[in-house]
């Protein structure tokens, strides 16, 4: 499963959580006569081996399995197609500046590459973005119905300006994780229906050896996820073009000062301090993990990265008490209150092989290919394709299976605005809940931030 610090990049600082329209590429797939291929929508080869002999250029974050299983996996599109396959897993640290100055410089010596979504606003600014839809709407080069099969919310994701700049590679977004018994024991038969229930039942299974919830506290590992996540239960959503993102109105105008963003802070604030762990301020994922294992925790609410590690009674003491489920998104924010991180894959746009490189997305976006690679690595993120969820759901305890759909179901595209100010914004949330878990007033840190954004927005000529 990949490791939390690689989705960290998304989220910004989870290590660091985590323009210009798309005008880095032209219409290349169109000036370039394209081959029939091979679709892969099925797993099958649609016509031939066009590009035999081949070799392209794939860039992919090194990681302990993701990427792993791709390079194992790759010797089936190599014997499909022709295509020879050279991959370069980049470790972690240096990933960021490496794809910055190959972007920068026009690199040509790579021709795929993933990247996260969060940041397509900041590669396109570096006319790093090959515009894909000739690609997906060529009679040629794809099968009719090639984006059907993918969840709409996880194609929004990958659409800037309209366009789309990538494929879906794999997201991860909300799960909640309860422990049956102690639910059970404090009165509670089902999971929460609410946010309202959620609050209830933390306070109702909170006791001195146990937490009612447990969420990321650690300014290190940083704990803007999880704010993202209950906000969306309290915020109306905003579907204005193009997204302004979470804590943000149609208008670009922040939200922190409003009526429902101080109830929510001061529910967070409530529920860390006075039903979370003790000394919830030095807490990571890796800390809620363990106590949750261990029996500590009633329920957990953060994203669907976990599953194996609760599940595995090797390490879980409560493997046959976890309970998955979502908080059904509320009036307020009815259809998009799942916020979602992720990789696309993309096509670097001074490739000199674009071509091959959108066979080679085609194959590892295929419904067989991310089946395989889901159950390799228990990573249900993965799970890219409706089909592929569908062929791993049976091997799924029903309410995971149920939770993860419904996920998929109800995501929120905008989550983060497609802006290079992204950074900045994501850091000031961080410092900010940092603060307010640490005791302070949530009125004034509020104020303090919709000021910071007010200011970062405006001079980035987003707000007037």
Known sequence: MPDRRVLATVALTVTALLGAACSSGTDSASSEALKAGTGFLDGGVLDGKPY???????????????????????????????????????????????????????????????????????????????????????????????????????????????????????????????????????????????????????KATKTDEIAGVCETGSAAQNLTWDVYVMSQYFLKYSDKEPPRGVFLGSDWEPQFETAEA??????????????????????????????FQQGKVAMWLDNDLYVGQVLDPANSQVADQVG???????????????????????????????????????????????????????????????????????ELPEDLATALAYQKDHLNPNSFPPIPELVQLVIGVSDTFSKIIAGADVQDEFAALNAKYTQTLQEGGHLK
């Open 262 to 291: 101080l109830e929510f802070g001061r529910v967070y604030q409530d529920l860390l301090l006075n039903y979370g762990p003790e000394g919830i301020a030095n807490y990571g994922y890796v800390e809620c993990t363990r106590d």
């Open 52 to 202: 035999d002999g081949e070799e392209i250029g794939v860039w992919t974050l090194a990681t302990a399995t993701w990427s792993k299983y791709q390079n194992e996996m790759s010797s089936e599109f190599e014997s499909l197609t022709g295509i020879t396959v050279k991959f370069n897993d980049i470790p972690e640290a240096g990933w960021t500046d490496k794809v910055r100055l190959a972007q920068v410089a026009r690199d040509s010596s790579y021709d795929v590459w993933e990247g996260d979504v969060a940041f397509k606003g900041e590669y396109d600014g570096r006319s790093a973005i090959e515009p894909l839809d000739p690609y997906v709407t060529s009679s040629v080069a794809s099968p009719t119905d090639f984006l059907s099969d993918f969840p709409a919310g996880n194609v929004d994701l990958c659409t800037l300006d309209g366009k789309m700049v990538c494929v879906p590679e794999w997201s991860s977004g909300p799960m909640l994780y309860y422990n049956k018994q102690l639910l059970a024991d404090a009165g509670f038969s089902e999971p929460p229906k609410t946010f309202d229930e959620f609050v209830e039942i933390a």
């Open 324 to 394: 998955f489920a979502q908080i059904p998104c509320p009036p307020v924010n009815p259809n998009h209150c799942m916020p979602a991180i992720g990789k696309g894959w993309f096509v670097n746009p001074n490739s000199e092989k674009k071509g091959p490189a959108w066979e080679y997305i085609k194959w590892v976006t295929s419904k067989d290919a991310t089946t395989e690679m889901v159950q390799r690595g228990n990573f249900y993120g993965g799970a890219i394709r409706q089909s592929a969820l569908s062929s791993v759901s049976s």
